[in-house]
Nanobody, 115 residues
Framework: QVQLVESGGGLVQAGGSLRLSCAASRSLLSIAAMGWYRQAPGKQRELVAR???????DYLDSVKGRFTISRDNAKNTVYLQMNSLKPEDTAVYYCNAWVVQTAYWGQGTQVTVSS
């Protein structure tokens, strides 16, 4: 099992930046993949970015060039740096981890981008 705790959400104006953090309760080296998802009101949850154990990263097309996922193995923490934020990025952002073919989720953090 793994517990995930997100932080860093908030209210920001369009064009601004935020950095989300996801602290895991176990070593990232024991986690096959970690990612950030988001869910806006009335919409399905979507994958924003993910990083797998080998360091490969993948991004939603609409955030490529603006968002960067990274990890600090010493701190068991994954980050999502979000730049040039747009109102359409407004959503609850969830941290996700895959361990032994089981998905684990954080509680979510709200990101609101005002125009």
């Amino acid at each position: 099992q793994v517990q995930l705790v997100e932080s860093g959400g908030g209210l920001v104006q369009a064009g601004g930046s935020l950095r989300l953090s996801c602290a895991a309760s176990r070593s990232l080296l024991s986690i096959a993949a970690m990612g950030w998802y988001r869910q806006a009101p009335g919409k399905q949850r979507e994958l924003v970015a993910r990083i797998i154990s080998g360091g490969y990263t993948d991004y939603l097309d609409s955030v490529k060039g603006r968002f960067t996922i990274s990890r600090d193995n010493a701190k068991n923490t994954v980050y999502l740096q979000m730049n040039s934020l747009k109102p359409e990025d407004t959503a609850v952002y969830y941290c996700n981890a895959w361990v032994v073919q089981t998905a684990y989720w954080g509680q979510g953090t709200q990101v609101t981008v005002s125009s």
